[in-house]
């Protein structure tokens, strides 16, 4: 089976911390994917190139370009990860544009690895007290281990019995793969339109969303 | 096929003027648009409803009816009646006098509304919008169609051997169009009920137009009402005209930089790129506008938005005038290669032939 993995960073440097930890989180989820019998195709998103397209997306209501090619990776993701550089006790407002850009049903039950970045550690618990209910809220499920690093953790082992950072990402991407195994892929999409006409595919690059079917209207008339 | 303009009523400051019309101004600016457009030829025009400012059209009915005694020939409709927040009833009162009094020269779009607070001020819930759209449209149905109705439902007090009066002229209760720009339950209700689909996609894509307008007719189709070409269509539309695009460009952009909509957001560039607003010479509304059939196929109403972002008066007239020069163009093109099986736009005339025929 060939699974999909997409890496999000909400990084604004170049080159990016946030950047550079997501991409490490996803070379070892990817191993831990194939460890378990899947191909792994990994999609790297990266929100500082759309940022103007994002502010774009919450006036018009509508995403076009390479913005719809990443709200569409991500719904369709079988697995996520999520990292992004902590802001005023946070995540950034970059990072929650991107979500709020999702439609609210796009990650139920989507396994995420959440991850973020700051300079010192003593921001630490903002995986869990901004990133786990974000994700809570969108009915995710997301991973026991968070990963958080400092700019220290660039350079530190492990000493005083604390897990060096590439321990966590080991740990972190084990769980990921685990609670993606015995899942069906998602690589189709959730509400799958007939094409009607032939005339090329229905969810070319131009695509908005994919339509869903709506309900049958004798259900609306006579709900129950 | 009919092509027409549609307004929202919005009052809105000029950007380039810092100038904002006054409420009455802009009421009657609507009538004086209404008249050019009968003058310049256009079939339609159509006003919307909405509660809460900057906007005026809180009462749709009466400025048609003010319209309708000012023109002979321009078939009035709404942009939307607001079938979520309005009384079923009073729709059927309102909009069964207005057919009277216009001899049928008359139909309606229906909406949701869009607008939170509008809701509880009318009694009612914007979560519940979809069920209040389905289940006053179903009642609204009815009153057209029975002389008198037993009701009871979810959101308005029942009704005990009721006659909504007056009854419909000739016994044809108006054409209802359904409009919405994301809902396919909207497109399903249309579809059901063998009605109007508008897609309003001077805001989206038109890959989501496409989608819409497909989902419409195939289940137009699939309850019954004839062939999936033959479902009857709107599209909303955008432009703005000068002789070249070069100036036409140049005088919108600080409109469209400035809308109340999409304002501060994409480039006018951009968004002309991403949606059907089309702005340039006659000959570029033309040939963009005839294009629109590529993706919805042959359909049967045509509106654009002309009257918004604070555009003055004089402008408005101005573009409908060029609108009135492309008219013959725009029809001989949408007449062009049209199969003969696909339905005009419905008028009372031609629906009521259309049942004597059935009848006879």
């Known amino acids: 089976m060939t699974r999909s993995l997409v890496l999000v960073s909400a990084g604004l440097g170049v080159p990016s911390s946030t950047t550079a930890l997501a991409e490490r989180l996803g070379v070892a989820a990817a191993e831990a994917l194939r460890g ?7 999609t790297h998103v990266e929100l500082r190139p759309l940022a103007h397209a994002l502010a774009d997306r919450m ?7 390479d913005l719809a090619d990443a709200l569409r990776a991500v719904s369709r993701a079988d697995a996520l990860v999520v990292a992004t550089p902590v802001f005023t006790a946070s ?88 609670l993606v195994a015995g899942l069906p892929t998602r690589r189709a999409p959730l509400h799958a339109v007939p094409d009607d006409d032939g005339a090329g595919t229905r969810n070319g690059p131009e695509e908005v969303d994919d339509l869903p079917e709506p309900v049958p209207f004798e259900q609306l008339l006579h709900p129950r | 096929m009919q092509i027409g303009i549609f307004s929202v009523g919005d009052v809105t400051t000029d950007p380039t003027t810092g100038r904002t019309p006054t409420e009455h101004e802009r ?25 809460n400012p900057p906007f005026v059209a809180s009462s749709p009915t009466t400025t048609m009816a003010w319209i309708a005694a000012r023109t002979e020939r321009i078939l009035l409709s709404t942009s939307t009646t607001l079938i979520t927040t ?58 057209w169609r029975e002389d008198v109705v037993d009701w009871q439902g979810q959101f308005r ?84 005209m000068r002789r070249t695009s070069q100036d036409a460009v ?40 005839l294009g629109f059939r590529d993706y919805v196929g042959d359909y049967q109403r045509q509106l654009f938005l002309i009257d918004h972002a604070g555009l003055p008066l004089s402008t408005v007239l101005e573009q409908l005038d060029l609108l009135g020069e492309i008219l013959p163009d725009l029809r001989a093109g949408f007449a062009e290669g049209r199969p003969a099986h696909v339905p005009d736009a419905p008028t009372h005339a031609g629906r009521l032939s259309a049942r004597d025929e059935v009848a006879a």
């Not at chain 1, 995540?91 to 796009?106: E, H, R």
């Open chain 1, 36 to 42: 378990a019998g899947d191909q792994v195709e990994v």
């Open chain 1, 59 to 65: 006036l018009t209501g509508f995403a076009t370009g």
């Open chain 1, 91 to 178: 995540y950034s407002g970059l990072f929650k544009t991107f979500v709020d850009a999702l439609d609210p049903d796009a990650l139920v039950g989507t396994p995420v690895l959440v991850a973020a970045t700051a300079g010192s550690a003593r921001h630490s618990l903002v995986l869990d007290h901004a990133l786990r209910p974000l994700f809570a809220y969108l009915r995710a499920v997301v991973v026991p281990t968070g990963v958080f690093a400092a700019s220290e953790d660039f350079g530190a082992g492990a000493t005083d019995g604390v897990d060096a950072l590439g321990s966590r990402v080991t740990r972190a991407a084990r769980e990921l793969a685990a």
């Open chain 2, 27 to 51: 009421i009657k600016a609507q009538v004086r648009i209404a008249e050019k457009a009968e003058e310049v030829g256009l079939d339609v025009v159509a006003l919307g409803q909405h509660h």
């Open chain 2, 86 to 143: 309005t009384d079923p009833v009073r729709i059927a009162e309102d909009y069964g006098t207005l057919q009277h009094l216009t001899d049928g020269r008359m139909d309606l779009m229906l909406g949701r509304g869009n607008t939170g607070p509008v809701y509880p001020w009318f009694g009612k819930d914007i979560r519940r919008g979809l069920e209040l759209a389905v289940e006053n449209y179903a009642l609204l149905h009815r009153l």
């Open chain 2, 157 to 240: 007090t029942p009704l005990q051997g009721f006659t909504a009066t007056p009854r419909p002229l000739d016994g044809l209760p108006p054409f209802v169009w359904h409009g919405s720009i994301r809902t396919p339950e909207i497109a399903e209700q249309a579809a059901y009920y063998g009605d109007g689909f508008f897609s309003n996609h001077i805001f989206w894509p038109a890959s989501h137009t496409r989608q819409m307008v497909a989902l419409y007719r195939r289940r137009f189709e699939h309850y019954g009402h004839g062939a999936a070409d033959q479902a009857v269509v709107g599209l909303g539309g955008q432009f703005f």
């Open chain 2, 250 to 289: 140049r005088e919108f952009r600080p409109y469209f930089d400035n809308a109340p909509v999409y304002g501060h957001g994409p480039s006018l560039e951009d968004f002309s790129a991403q949606t059907p607003l089309t702005v340039g010479s006659p000959q570029q509304v033309l040939e963009r506008t």
